[in-house]
C-alpha cells in the first residue's frame, strides 16, 4: 500500500514566514542606515516624526490668527523665525520688507498667494514681493499666507481690495493651491471652501470651525509615526497629508472650483475698476519628479486658460524656469521645497514687465 504523500502545508507556512522576516529584517536595516546617515543620535532617539511636523507647525502658529472668513491670516505686528529665517509682519496684516530700504511710492500693487508668495525660509527682504518692488518702484503689499489655496486668495481680495484700493493685484500660485481648493480642513486647520453650484459656486464652511481635526491621533499614526524610514519616503513622495492624517476633504472637483473661481476673481477686478495678473509657479516637485510635474503644468496652464478666457491678465512661468536650468539642479533655485532668493528675484524680474 502507497504511503500518503507528505504535507506540503508546513513548507509552505515556513517560507512565508522566512519571507516575512526577510523584509522585516530589510526594512529594519535600511531603517538604521538611513537614520545613521541623517544623524547618529537618531539611532538612539525615537520619536514620534508626524507629532515633531505639528509641533513645528504650532512654533509658528503665533504669526498665525484665526480668521472666521478664511480660516487664518498673518498676526498683525507679529515677528519670529519661519522656517529658520526672520520674518516680520507689519500692523496692517502683511509681510514687512527689509527695514532700511526705501518704500516704493506710486500705484500700489497687492501681491496675493500661499507660502511662496508669503516668503517661507526666505529672509523679509528676500521674498517675491520684496523683488517686485525694487524692480517696479512701486510699493508693494505682501499679503501671502502660507497653506491657503486658491479659494483663500479669492476671499482675502475680495475683503482688501475694496479697502486697500489698490491698483493691481497680482495672484501667484501653485499646483498645490488647486487641490487645497478641495479641502475642508488642512493642517489641523479648518478652513472655507466652495462647492459648485449650477454655474456659479457656492461658499461653504463659514464661520470657520475652530473645533480640533483628530486624524494624526489615530492609532496607526501613533504607531507608525516613530519609523523615520516612513517619514523620510512620504516627504520625498510629497504625501504630507495622507501621512499627517490632518486634512478634510470636500468630494467637489477643485479643478472645476479653481477654474470658476478665476470667473470670481475678474468680476472683483471689473467692479473695482483695477488691473489683475495671475500667475503660475513651479514647484520643486515638478523638477525633482518631470513625469507628474508635466501633469501638474498642465492643471497650472488650464486654470491660467480660465483667468484668461475671464478677462484677466496671465503669466505661466514654467519655461522661463526651466531655461534658467532649474530642472538640472532644482536645489539651487528652492530651499526646503519653496522659492529661495534666487528663484525670488527671478519671478519678480518676470512679473515685473508684464504689470
Not at 158 to 180: G, M, W
Not at 221 to 237: A, P
Not at 263 to 276: D, G, M, P, W
Request: with cysteine; charged share 25%.
Amino acid at each position: 500500500m502507497d504511503e500518503p504523500a507528505p504535507s506540503r502545508r508546513p513548507s509552505l507556512r515556513s517560507g512565508l514566514v522566512l519571507a516575512v522576516l526577510t523584509v522585516v529584517i530589510c526594512l529594519l536595516g535600511a531603517e538604521m542606515a538611513l537614520r545613521l546617515r541623517t544623524s547618529a543620535s537618531l539611532l538612539w532617539h525615537y520619536p514620534n516624526f508626524i507629532q515633531l511636523d505639528l509641533r513645528s507647525d504650532e512654533s509658528e502658529r503665533p504669526q498665525l490668527r484665526y480668521d472666521h472668513e478664511l480660516g487664518w491670516d498673518l498676526q498683525p505686528g507679529a515677528s519670529g523665525l519661519l522656517a529658520g529665517k526672520p520674518i516680520s509682519i507689519s500692523a496692517e496684516g502683511m509681510r514687512n520688507h527689509a527695514s532700511g530700504v526705501n518704500a516704493g511710492s506710486g500705484p500700489t500693487i497687492l501681491a496675493l498667494g500661499d507660502s511662496y508668495t508669503e516668503g517661507y525660509a526666505v529672509a523679509d527682504d528676500e521674498t517675491w514681493p520684496a523683488h517686485l518692488e525694487r524692480h517696479t518702484g512701486r510699493r508693494v503689499l505682501a499679503g501671502g499666507v502660507r497653506d491657503y489655496g486658491l479659494d483663500q486668495m479669492i476671499l482675502k481680495a475680495e475683503r482688501l481690495v475694496p479697502t486697500l484700493k489698490p491698483a493691481t493685484v497680482v495672484l501667484a500660485f501653485i499646483a498645490s493651491d488647486i487641490d487645497r481648493t478641495g479641502r475642508a480642513a488642512r493642517n489641523m486647520r479648518h478652513k472655507p471652501y466652495f462647492v459648485a453650484a449650477g454655474d456659479g459656486l457656492e461658499l461653504r464652511n463659514v464661520p470657520v470651525p475652530t473645533t480640533k481635526v483628530a486624524g494624526p491621533d489615530t492609532l496607526v499614526r501613533r504607531v507608525l509615526g516613530h519609523s523615520y524610514l516612513l517619514h523620510f519616503t512620504m516627504g520625498r513622495l510629497g504625501a504630507h497629508e495622507l501621512w499627517h492624517g490632518d486634512t478634510i476633504h470636500t468630494g467637489e472637483d477643485s479643478d472645476l472650483i479653481s477654474c470658476r473661481l478665476m470667473v470670481r476673481l475678474a468680476a472683483l477686478v471689473q467692479r473695482e475698476s483695477i488691473q489683475a495678473l495671475v500667475v503660475g509657479f513651479p514647484r520643486y516637485e515638478d523638477w525633482a519628479w518631470p513625469e507628474s510635474g508635466k501633469t501638474q503644468h498642465r492643471r497650472v496652464a488650464a486654470i491660467l486658460d480660465c483667468a484668461s478666457r475671464a478677462g484677466l491678465k496671465t503669466l505661466d512661468t514654467y519655461e522661463r524656469f526651466a531655461k534658467e536650468g532649474v530642472a538640472q539642479d532644482p536645489e539651487a533655485f528652492f530651499v526646503d521645497w519653496h522659492f529661495n532668493d534666487r528663484s525670488n528675484a527671478l519671478s519678480a524680474r518676470l512679473i515685473a514687465p508684464v504689470l
